[in-house]
């Protein structure tokens, strides 16, 4: 990945899905963007965007699901992407899945 920062720094709130090509579910998302350049992929390797926002693309996903970058903030304040994400490591770990996961301003464990 190769980065251009900018002088300026923009924050915007914003919602969206998760995009179809990244390999996970099509949740809705909200929570917003902070920006302070671009970022542009340099590599051959498969990258595939991350989310689908209201005014475009957002992010990366790399390494089989493994990886991802984005810009947006609060991803894991939205609870079945917080979900799904979590149970996919508890899939690597040998563990089952489980859909009780921790709430919102709640201090609960798995």
Not at 10 to 31: A, L
Not at 38 to 53: C, D, G, H, N, Y
């Amino acid at each position: 990945m190769d980065t251009t920062f900018y002088h300026e720094k923009k924050t915007v709130r914003n919602k969206g899905v998760i995009h179809p090509q990244s390999g996970f579910p099509q949740f809705f998302v909200e929570g917003y963007e902070i920006h302070l350049g671009v970022t542009e992929p340099i590599v051959s390797q498969a990258v595939r965007p991350f989310m689908k926002l209201s005014d475009g693309t957002d992010g990366a996903v790399i390494d089989s699901r493994r990886v991802i970058g984005t810009y947006f903030h609060h991803n894991f304040f939205n609870y079945e992407f917080r979900t799904e994400w979590l149970n996919r490591i508890r899939k690597r770990k040998g563990l089952e899945k489980t859909s009780k996961m921790v709430e919102e301003g709640k201090n609960k464990r798995v």
